[in-house]
């Protein structure tokens, strides 16, 4: 058969199926004969998802927002001002205005 002795060459032609069958399981087999199952598959450590490993500290983040957020007053529009030290600076709110159209 062809192209099985010296498959790194281009001599040989493997331009049949049957041929190319046969090369093909030849140089996986002999791919197989230095490397053993316990080499091929090494024992895997598990580590959690970051998502899984962090879900209470994102729960508690999540709730922390929710909670600042309910305490804008609804009918009012609240403007914030950024200062130099990066907080923010509470400025006077205004009443909401209706933008309703009439029918």
């Given at each position: 058969?062809?192209?099985?002795?010296?498959y790194y060459s281009v001599r040989g032609c493997t331009a049949t199926l049957?041929?190319?069958a046969k090369a093909?399981?030849?140089?996986?087999?002999?791919?197989?004969?230095?490397?053993t199952l316990s080499k091929?598959?090494?024992?895997?450590i598990f580590t959690k998802f970051p998502y899984q490993?962090?879900?209470?500290?994102?729960?508690?983040?999540?709730a922390f927002v929710a909670e600042r957020t309910c305490t804008v007053k609804i009918s009012q529009?609240?403007?914030?001002?950024?200062?130099?030290d990066g907080s923010w600076l509470?400025?006077?709110g205004a009443p909401l205005r209706d933008n309703r159209k009439p029918y």
């Amino acid at each position: 058969m062809a192209g099985i002795d010296n498959y790194y060459s281009v001599r040989g032609c493997t331009a049949t199926l049957g041929n190319f069958a046969k090369a093909t399981f030849d140089a996986n087999s002999k791919t197989y004969s230095y490397l053993t199952l316990s080499k091929l598959w090494k024992k895997a450590i598990f580590t959690k998802f970051p998502y899984q490993e962090f879900t209470d500290h994102l729960a508690k983040a999540q709730a922390f927002v929710a909670e600042r957020t309910c305490t804008v007053k609804i009918s009012q529009e609240v403007h914030y001002r950024p200062q130099a030290d990066g907080s923010w600076l509470w400025v006077e709110g205004a009443p909401l205005r209706d933008n309703r159209k009439p029918y």
